[in-house]
């Protein structure tokens, strides 16, 4: 195991930069999660990463080696593929041994760990069908078992859960993260699932057109967005934003209706400036005397919690309410905002100010 | 469909049937003829078989200058060698223009597969003239390369073709694995690879086995194949109908129920794998 | 993990960088054994024939030595060589036709299931792996005048009165060659086919059922287009293979009567191999080949355009 190190890396394919100038630092045994919209450059770092795709420029290091040159199969590495890429004409004990038997590892040291990964992925009743003979949760776990044996530097994901229905990819989500636990081996992991991201990362990286938005952990991204992108792609729905101005007080948020908003502790630099308020659909509150009247869209009860899409200061927006509220489409409730969880954003920089 | 229509349907295909068949089961049928019988009229139908012609084919018992057992071991050996040859140069050129990426990538797999247009009628004029000046007339690469080379653009293709189909993240995956480029094909494509190859080397076979211009032209006696052999029974002192078609069935029968067994890797080669 | 780069570590960096021109390298080298014996047995006996084609070249006689357009000139003012060509488009356009239509019936026939049509559609490969000279010996003793089965059979049942000389005559001996090769390769196209047809998809023939298409709409608008790449692949074979036959009309007519049914590579092989006349023969190759040429870059458009076997 190893710490990772990446370095100013840059790639682009021709004249289109896909990856500019990132640069992360990935410790001993950590588990970081890349997260960011389709097309973003995950894959093409983390195929970087593996050796499969060569930089521009900047440096990749594993340990204190530098492995920005080499090829894929000097690196130590292992990754898992969004389709697994397991060996089709090869049994799963086969998929698995794959990489010793090519290290020409003893035959017994081999038996070892294919039967360790085996156990370890309840694969054991398998090792002798091919991968056709699988279902999709099983080649899942083949093609993590064939990196595990391997006991590598780093462990490599890309999107491995995609492929799987909702409640496999919940369990398997699980799995994946108490094997991180068991095995503690620096792990990078790329999904387009915000959930996966919040649940799994020690600390997720949000990456957004080839650059890196923000570093953090779950709850920092959560809780402490740096930009109105992170603050819009972390959290389930999605934060609501509402385009206006502080007035000169810093007291009140005017939206572009001039619909009045009560703020607590601004910066001083945002009184009287254009912003942009970002809001929580689950850090609504209905509060009879200062809520805005607003007019209920949508009903959306999932059982656990409601959500509400309501006409709130002149826009659409989405509530969360934990209790089971009487509302129907066309009411109209008083509906505020926490003035603690209120998040506000250079209007022109997206840049949150706090 | 009325039942007179399948009737007819089916007639047709009986037919069709009998048509193809009986050039091969009059073959097979004579081969078994004592020789005095053979070109009777009327036909006789009822007579002892006998292995007689086969005995005589393969002892040399014939007109023709040489035992034809000989011929049909030269056959296989050319037949092997460059199927062999066609293998080895086939599938790296496959794997170098399914895979690999480099500036006249596609022109060059299209001036592969355009030289199936060269006929062998032609190109034999040049082999023949440079063999003879070399001296190389009668020896095995004059009919082995070129035999090679017949095959080569229908296995060149099918197997890219068949390449293409095995997703690239598999090598991606064992690259990661630390297998290198040659591993990689060896271990993992090759493998993937065998129902095409089999296709390939059936057909590059079938072409060398039946090959006859290039034969008769380069070959005097020390690589003479079957094929060349059995058009002499008929030159020499007028046709052994016998001897002829016991050749004959030895020559066509390994080809022919290859054929029957492997019916769809066949098909698949003849049609450079356009055809699953 | 914290050693310093191996040497071995420090030369694969140097690989590795797989710089656009590596690849090159990497393919072509790749590339080199296959190229290489085609290069051998195309480009090299086409430039030979070239510089051949100028020169007066006899195998046997003195004197060989440069003649310019000499050999070009005889070649196109030889009767023989416009009755080959003729021969040689005649022989493709009316074998390819009938192989493409027969085999097409055969197919349809074939797809109707019954219970020996997959035994049926077994044994039609067998003509596939005849080899062309044994089919064209069997072919010509069949036809032979005074001991073959087939004017024999044709007397008994009364349809012809005097035994026919098939070779002997220009007209019949094409019969003969013709159906050589159509009993050879139509069930190479029906066999193409009839895999083609089993992917012609159930539902869109069931919506089109119901919107009351008869069989013969149902056949041009339905299975035709899902046949189309099928008989493209077919066709284009079978021509390209056509215009190369030389085994079994060697065997079966060597060219005659007369001339009558010698195809262009007869006319090459016989001034070159028998009457040793390398240069002229050359020419007539060079002519030959540039057709041949100019006809494979069509079939090959039609391959590309209705088939995908052709893309990147
Ligand atoms: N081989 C290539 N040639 C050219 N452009 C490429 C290539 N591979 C990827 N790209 C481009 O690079 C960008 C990033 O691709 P990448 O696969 O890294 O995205 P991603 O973040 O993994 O997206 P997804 O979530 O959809 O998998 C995309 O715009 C893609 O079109
Ligand atoms: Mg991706």
């Known amino acids: 195991m190893a710490s990772l190190g990446i370095q100013n890396v840059v790639k682009s394919y021709g004249v289109v930069p896909v990856v500019r100038n990132v640069s992360i630092d990935v410790a001993d045994g950590e588990f ?120 590598p530097q780093v462990f490599l994901f890309d999107e491995p859960l995609s492929n799987l229905d909702a409640k496999l990819r919940v369990q398997m989500r699980t799995e994946i993260k108490e094997l991180h ?79 009045e908003i009560a703020l607590k502790d601004t910066p001083r630099e945002v009184h009287g400036r254009t912003v942009t308020l970002g809001i929580r659909p689950e850090h609504f509150v209905l509060d009879a005397q200062n809520g805005l009247a607003s007019q209920v869209i949508v009903v959306e009860p999932t059982g656990a919690e409601m959500q509400i899409i309501c006409q709130f200061a002149g826009q659409p927006v989405t509530a969360v309410f934990h209790e089971r509220l009487n509302v129907r489409p066309d009411d109209v409730i008083k509906l505020a905002p926490k003035p603690e969880a209120i998040h506000l954003f250079d209007a022109a920089t997206g840049v949150a100010l706090r | 469909m009325s039942w007179l229509g399948k009737l007819i349907t089916r007639v047709v295909l009986w037919l069709a049937l009998v048509i193809v068949m009986f050039p091969i089961l009059w073959v097979l049928l004579t081969s078994f003829k004592p020789a005095e019988l053979a070109q009777a009229l009327p036909p006789i139908w009822d007579f002892m078989p006998t292995l007689q012609n086969y005995r005589d084919v393969l002892s040399g018992n014939t007109y023709t ?32 223009l399914a895979r690999v990426k480099f500036a006249g990538r596609q022109a060059t797999a299209n001036w592969i597969l355009s030289t199936i247009m060269f006929p062998p009628a032609v190109s034999v004029i040049p082999v023949f003239v440079i063999a003879s000046r070399l001296g190389l007339t009668d020896t095995w690469p004059v009919l082995v390369v070129p035999y090679a080379a017949f095959g080569l653009p229908m296995m060149i293709w099918m197997l890219r073709s068949a390449i293409k189909q095995i997703p690239f993240e598999i090598e991606e995956a064992a690259m990661v694995d630390g297998a290198s480029r040659g591993q990689i094909i060896w271990h993992i494509v090759l493998p993937l690879l065998t129902p095409s190859i089999v296709s390939a080397s059936l057909l590059a076979g079938m072409l060398a086995w039946n090959e006859f211009l290039f034969a008769l032209t380069l070959s005097r006696s020390a690589i003479k194949t079957a094929p060349v052999g059995i058009s ?45 | 993990m914290t050693t310093a780069a191996s040497p071995l570590e420090a030369e ?26 085609l290069l051998i047995m195309s480009v090299a006996p086409a430039i030979y024939l070239f510089y051949v084609s100028f020169r007066h070249e006899n195998l046997l006689g003195p004197g060989s030595g440069f003649v310019g357009l000499q050999n070009y000139i005889r070649v196109f003012s030889s009767p023989e060589n416009w009755s080959g060509a003729v021969a040689t488009f005649q022989f493709v356009a009316i074998s390819v036709v009938l192989e493409l239509g027969l085999g097409l019936g055969l197919a349809l026939l074939l797809n109707r299931k019954f219970p020996e049509t997959n035994l049926l559609a077994a044994l039609f490969i067998l003509p596939l792996g005849v080899a062309p000279v044994v089919s064209a010996l069997v072919f010509r003793v069949l036809l032979d005048p005074a001991y073959g089965w087939v004017d024999y059979y044709l007397q008994l049942w009364g349809i012809i009165s005097d035994p026919i000389d098939w070779l002997g005559q220009p007209f019949t001996a094409w019969v003969a060659v013709i159906a050589l090769d159509v009993w050879q390769w139509t069930p190479f196209v029906a066999l193409i086919l009839l895999a083609g047809l089993s ?63 010698e195809v262009i590579n007869l006319d090459i092989y016989r001034i070159a191999l028998q009457n040793f006349d390398v240069g002229a023969a050359s020419a007539l190759g060079i002519v030959f080949l540039l057709i041949l040429s100019l006809i494979t870059k069509q079939l090959l458009a039609i391959l590309g355009r209705s088939t995908d076997i052709m893309e990147e």
Request: aromatic content about 8%.
């Open chain 1, 32 to 151: 970081v999660v890349l997260v960011g919209p389709s097309g973003c450059g995950k894959s093409t770092l983390l195929r970087m990463i593996a050796g499969l795709e060569m930089l521009n420029s900047g440096k990749i290091t594993i340990g204190s080696r530098d492995v920005s040159g080499l090829p894929a199969k000097s690196r130590d590495i292992a990754m898992v593929f969004q389709n697994y890429a397991l060996y089709p004409h090869m049994t799963v004990a086969e998929n698995m041994s794959f990489s010793l038997r090519l290290k020409n590892v003893p035959q017994e040291e081999i038996n070892r760990r294919t039967e360790r990964a085996s156990k370890i992925l309840g694969l054991d009743k398998l090792l002798d069908r091919r991968p056709g003979q699988l279902s999709g949760g099983q080649r899942q776990r083949v093609a993590m078992g064939r990196a595990i044996v391997r006991d």
């Open chain 1, 181 to 259: 636990q068991r095995l503690r081996t620096t792990t990078v992991y790329v999904t387009h699932d915000q959930i996966e991201a919040m649940t799994m990362a020690d600390r997720i990286v949000v990456l957004h057109d080839g650059i890196v938005e923000q570093i953090g952990s779950p709850l920092e991204l959560y809780d402490r967005p740096a930009n109105q992108f992170v603050a819009g792609f972390i959290g389930s729905p999605a934060m609501n934003f509402i385009k206006g101005h502080v007035d000169a007080s810093g007291q009140t948020f005017v939206a572009e209706t001039g619909a």
């Open chain 2, 65 to 96: 200058s040489q035992v034809f057992g000989v011929l049909l071991n030269h056959t296989i050996i050319v037949t092997l060698s460059s199927t062999l040859l066609g293998l080895a140069a086939a599938v790296p050129a496959a794997y170098a």
């Open chain 2, 232 to 276: 002499e029974f008929t030159s020499m002192y007028g046709t052994q109908w016998g001897t002829l078609t016991a050749a004959a069935t030895v020559t066509v029968a390994p080809i022919l129920l290859i054929a029957l067994l492997l019916r769809r890797r066949v098909i698949e080669g003849l049609t450079f794998g356009a055809v699953k």
């Open chain 3, 199 to 261: 992917g012609v998809p159930a539902e869109p023939k069931e919506a089109a059922m119901i919107d009351g298409a008869g069989p013969i709409r149902l056949f041009w608008h339905i299975t035709l287009p899902f046949l189309r790449p099928f008989i493209a692949i077919a066709f284009v074979l079978r021509t390209i293979e056509a215009f190369k036959t030389f085994g079994s009309i060697f065997v079966l007519t060597n060219g005659g009567p007369g001339s009558s049914t």
């Open chain 3, 12 to 37: 694969e960096r140097l690989t590795s960088r797989s710089s656009s021109k590596e690849q090159a390298r990497f393919g072509w080298s790749m590339l080199s054994p296959a190229m290489t014996i």
